[in-house]
């Protein structure tokens, strides 16, 4: 060990160094050796996904997606929303972004459902059981603490360098607060409410899904947004393991040293991030009971 | 049978109650259980039981465990001695399937703080338990509508929660538990969120509707005129116990101890007291036969101003007075039939207090209590009317 890393602290020649990194590459290793097959074929699956979606929205005349996007946000958010989905994605249509910023939005779209679909049961286990809330909350706390980076490095050998590698670790990055959520939506379900659904005689499942989701939706939909925000942030760093999308127009821009054009994505970035936000966020208050 | 008989129920609030038990059975008080185990006691062997239709009170303080008691009889909360029985079944052995059908078939809950679903409309609240029932759609909904017309409501069906007043909350909240139609109506300070009026109506309406449904109902309250009222028996508790049961009439006129005697003394008794516990005795009385001299007789020796005319089998016929007797001896009368005044008030032995008051105020002399054939049982008199209201009952 000692040979290998040259030590400055001289005290060091008293202990070996532990050998966790060996430890956890191989760890890694055995993973990708015997669990390829799975991973080959999710990855197969996802990229088929990501890709067909992608062509799909490609294919479609851009005035078009805008026009399809506006009405969305108009109905879902209201028509502030709607006129400023129209401006925002007329200027990235504009600026010469408009691939780019597809792929980035199937990107986050992608990743945020499967985080929904992990996060939700995951949460809503967390919530009913002590036992898993004490299992699973110190593992989001690490994988939130841990740099986000981090997870790009084994994604590589799992899933092969490009966009399901980013998906992966988008998904890991956006996945905790869909979790925590969801988890603390349930269990702010008042106690007298879940009293009367038992002096009824609810089973366990319709408590859970007459009761504490409805009832969590509004703090559910507020995780699924943090969700989107980290998905789209951390999609701009898997940009370094091939995902292509604005990330990439990011990276290009900082090794060719072109701060416009850095800033052009980066704002790409903002108003993609804007619309998102605020049309889950009416989700959100839409289902809320003190409208 | 009974409805719901409960047998020595206790409850520690702890997964370990053995040391906690054993404290009881040494006859320690919560406090210092509390304070030697860090373990709350709730329910100290209580036993009581509830006839079907009738209205049983549980009364006490804050924290004396009444919600503890009355979530033990659906096992909201699991009693750790001690059995429940509801119609002679022993519910406390029950599986969770079987509980669950239970809670469905035979209870309605209504809660203090009204627990509706804030994300349901008001129907499909009152819907609620025939929903998990799985009823038919078309069934619940007329079942729902039909309580929500039974408490007022019609009409408020597509209505929030959050956009009723208090008062029209609870309606909802007796609806949900009246739409299910169950046998036993589990009522936890079901009214002491409301303001006074309304708190009034509200328990005048749930007597209305008593005599109409006959449901078997357990009320807890922590305000003793609430518990006089309604109840037709009332469980006093105080620390996890039971203090006293009795009817209204029993706590008021013959309380167990000092500390229920303490309780009934600031209690407006006049609605409460009825002529039965304040009658006094008569074992004078002037028959219709006797001469008015042997009546100004029987008055002078007893010093009595007038007595009351009855028959042979007791049937009530007026009163004779003092004044106008002297008055017949002197011109000679040979009967009474001339001086019974028969335009006396009456009253029966229910006749709460507050009537007898009015009737007092108007009729200077003793007021003859009868029954439902006019047969004399007692009488009243303003002295007894006074003591009672100013003292603990006797
Ligand atoms: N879940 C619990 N865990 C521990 N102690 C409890 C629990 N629930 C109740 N207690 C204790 O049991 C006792 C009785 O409580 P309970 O709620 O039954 O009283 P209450 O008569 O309904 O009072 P209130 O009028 O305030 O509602 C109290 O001392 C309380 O602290
Ligand atoms: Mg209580």
């Not at chain 1, 499942?205 to 942030?233: D, E």
Request: net charge neutral; hydrophobic share 50%.
């Amino acid at each position: 060990m000692e040979n290998s890393s040259v030590s400055a602290d001289k005290w060091h020649y008293l202990t070996d160094k532990l050998p966790l990194d060996k430890e956890i590459d191989r760890l890694i290793d055995f993973l990708t050796e015997h669990f390829a097959f799975l991973t080959k074929a999710i990855s197969k699956y996802l990229e088929t996904v990501i890709e067909i979606s992608t062509q799909g929205l490609m294919s479609l005349p851009p005035w078009l997606v805008i026009t399809i996007f506006a009405i969305l946000a108009w109905r879902l958010a209201g028509r502030h929303v709607g006129i400023f989905t129209i401006l925002g994605l007329g200027l990235l249509w504009n600026l010469r972004l408009w691939e780019p910023t597809m792929e980035t939005l199937i990107l986050v779209v992608v990743a945020t459902i499967i985080a929904i679909i992990i996060g939700i049961p995951f949460g809503v286990w967390s919530a009913l059981s002590p036992m898993a809330y004490r299992i699973i909350m110190p593992i989001l706390d690490f994988m939130q603490t841990m740099p986000a980076f981090v997870y790009l490095i084994p994604a590589i050998p799992f899933f092969g360098l490009g966009a399901v590698s980013a998906m992966f670790a988008t998904v890991i990055f956006a996945v905790p607060p869909a979790i925590r959520l969801t988890c603390l939506g349930i269990k702010q379900v008042p106690k007298e409410l879940i009293e009367a659904a038992d002096a009824f005689g609810s089973t366990r499942w319709q408590k859970l899904f007459k009761l504490q989701l409805p009832l969590a939706i509004p703090t559910i939909m507020a995780g699924i947004n943090q969700t989107i925000m980290l998905a789209l942030s951390m999609v701009v760093i898997a940009a370094m393991i091939g995902a292509g999308g604005l990330g990439s127009e990011v990276w290009k821009a900082i090794q060719r040293l072109e701060p416009g054009k850095g800033f052009e994505a980066g704002i790409a970035i903002v108003i993609l991030a804007m619309i998102l936000d605020r049309i889950t966020q009416k989700i959100g208050k839409q289902n809320s009971p003190e409208r | 049978m009974e409805k719901i008989r409960a047998v020595n129920v206790t409850k520690i609030f702890t997964s370990h109650p053995q040391r906690a038990l054993t404290l009881l059975e040494q006859g320690l008080s919560k406090d210092e259980i509390f304070s030697q185990t860090g373990q709350a006691v709730g329910l100290v062997k209580v036993s009581f039981d509830v006839g079907e239709g009738e209205i049983l009170v549980v009364m006490g303080l804050s924290g004396s465990g009444k919600s503890t008691l009355i979530r033990c009889i659906n096992r909201l909360i699991e009693p750790t001695q001690g059995q429940i029985f509801i119609d002679g079944n022993d519910i406390t052995s029950l599986d969770h399937r079987a509980l669950l059908e239970l809670r469905r078939r035979k209870f309605g809950m209504v809660f203090q703080h009204f627990a509706l679903f804030p994300q349901r409309n008001i129907i499909n609240n009152v819907e609620y338990g025939l929903e998990i029932q799985q009823m038919d759609k078309l069934f619940r909904r007329d079942k729902a509508r039909q309580a929500l017309k039974l408490v007022g409501l019609e009409g408020w069906e597509a209505a929030m929660p959050n956009q009723l007043s208090g008062g029209m909350q609870q309606r909802v909240g007796l609806a949900r538990a009246l739409a299910v139609d169950p046998d036993i109506l589990l009522m936890d300070e079901a009214f002491s969120a409301l303001d006074p009026l309304i708190r009034g109506d509200m328990q005048n309406e749930l007597m209305s509707l008593q005599a109409r449904m006959k449901k078997t109902i357990l009320f807890i309250t922590h305000d003793l005129d609430e518990a006089l009222k309604i109840g037709n028996r009332v469980v006093l508790m105080k620390d996890g116990q039971v203090v006293q049961i009795g009817t209204p009439e029993e706590i008021l006129t013959t309380p167990a101890n000092d500390y229920v005697k303490r309780f009934v003394e600031n209690v407006d008794k006049s609605k409460i007291l009825t002529a039965r516990s304040i009658l006094t005795e008569i074992n004078l009385f002037a028959y219709l036969e006797d001469q008015p001299r042997d009546i100004l007789h029987k008055m002078q020796t007893n010093k009595v101003a007038s007595l009351f005319v009855v028959k042979r089998d007791n049937t009530l016929l007026g009163i004779v007075l003092a004044e106008v007797t002297r008055q017949a001896v002197e011109r000679g009368d040979k009967t009474i039939a001339n001086i019974t005044e028969s335009q006396v008030p009456t009253v029966i032995t229910t006749t709460p207090l507050i009537q007898l008051i009015r009737v007092l105020a108007k009729w200077p002399w003793p007021i003859p209590v009868v029954d439902k054939e006019n047969k004399l049982q007692g009488m009243i008199v303003n002295q007894r009317v006074l003591k009672a209201l100013t003292k603990g009952g006797e």
